[in-house]
């Protein structure tokens, strides 16, 4: 591992692929920001980010594009704006501490979408776990772009949400944020979908009741 402790990094754009970032250990480091992604929508996922660490580090603009990210422990970072994780493939990711405003979402474009949905869906066939979230702390989560039965949570505040059962829903019949959970979970790329009722958010006791509400209903657990 390559350790880095309390530098400050520039902001740097990585569009590359095949490559492979790896082996790096950040803590209390300030990133500027940057962008991480192939050059083109790549099905085969070659472009990894592998064996990394951050502990305790502050970042600016961040994007992630078509990344596979292996092995990958962030443990509180602090950042202005949502840190966009669009289209990006997880295998035993660990999210920890105070995250702020994480979004895991498909590829916002369609034909991209069609090359690297199938793409991920394949590669999770071969992966155990996906994304750990127990000790993770959100201002803000969105986790639809990563299969709900792969990710490690906190059954009291982190709920897995059926997309046939939210498709199936009454949805005249549920509070306002239950059915904004509800039309989101009905139209998410995998049968289950993890939604995280934000700790460090002032509507997160809103959230929260919104999805005991689902789970009575049998749409979460």
Same mark, same amino acid.
């Given at each position: 591992? *390559?350790?880095?402790?309390?530098?400050? !990094?520039?902001?740097?754009?990585?569009?590359? &692929?095949?490559?492979?970032?790896?082996?790096?250990?950040?803590?209390?480091?300030?990133?500027?920001?940057?962008?991480?992604?192939?050059? +083109?929508?790549?099905?085969?996922?070659?472009?990894?980010?592998?064996?990394?660490?951050?502990?305790?580090?502050?970042?600016?603009?961040?994007?992630?594009?078509?990344?596979?990210?292996?092995?990958?422990?962030?443990?509180?970072? &602090? *950042?202005?704006?949502?840190?966009?994780?669009?289209?990006?493939?997880?295998?035993?990711?660990?999210?920890?501490?105070?995250?702020?405003?994480?979004?895991?979402?498909? +590829?916002?474009?369609?034909?991209?979408?069609?090359?690297? @949905?199938?793409?991920? +869906?394949?590669?999770?066939?071969?992966?155990?776990? +996906?994304?750990?979230?127990?000790?993770?702390?959100?201002?803000?989560?969105?986790?639809?772009?990563?299969?709900? *039965?792969?990710?490690?949570?906190?059954?009291?505040?982190?709920?897995?949400?059926?997309? @046939?059962?939210?498709?199936?829903?009454?949805?005249?019949?549920? &509070?306002?944020?239950?059915? !904004?959970?509800?039309?989101?979970?009905?139209?998410?790329?995998?049968?289950?979908?993890?939604?995280?009722?934000?700790?460090?958010?002032? &509507?997160?006791?809103?959230?929260?009741?919104?999805?005991?509400?689902?789970?009575?209903?049998?749409?979460?657990?």
């Amino acid at each position: 591992m *390559h350790k880095h402790e309390k530098e400050e !990094l520039e902001y740097r754009k990585i569009i590359e &692929s095949p490559a492979t970032i790896a082996d790096l250990d950040f803590e209390r480091c300030s990133f500027a920001g940057g962008v991480v992604m192939p050059p +083109a929508d790549d099905p085969a996922y070659e472009l990894v980010v592998r064996n990394v660490v951050l502990r305790r580090c502050k970042a600016g603009n961040v994007e992630l594009y078509g990344v596979r990210f292996e092995d990958v422990t962030v443990d509180t970072l &602090s *950042h202005p704006k949502p840190v966009e994780i669009e289209a990006c493939v997880c295998s035993h990711v660990v999210l920890r501490g105070r995250v702020g405003a994480v979004h895991f979402r498909p +590829a916002v474009d369609d034909d991209a979408r069609a090359v690297l @949905a199938p793409a991920a +869906a394949k590669l999770y066939e071969d992966v155990d776990w +996906a994304l750990d979230i127990t000790e993770a702390e959100f201002s803000d989560a969105e986790l639809w772009d990563i299969p709900g *039965h792969l990710v490690r949570r906190d059954p009291e505040t982190q709920f897995l949400v059926h997309r @046939a059962a939210a498709a199936a829903a009454e949805i005249d019949t549920l &509070s306002i944020d239950a059915q !904004l959970i509800v039309e989101r979970a009905a139209e998410a790329p995998y049968e289950t979908s993890v939604v995280a009722a934000p700790t460090r958010a002032k &509507s997160f006791r809103e959230q929260l009741d919104a999805l005991h509400e689902l789970r009575g209903l049998g749409i979460a657990e």
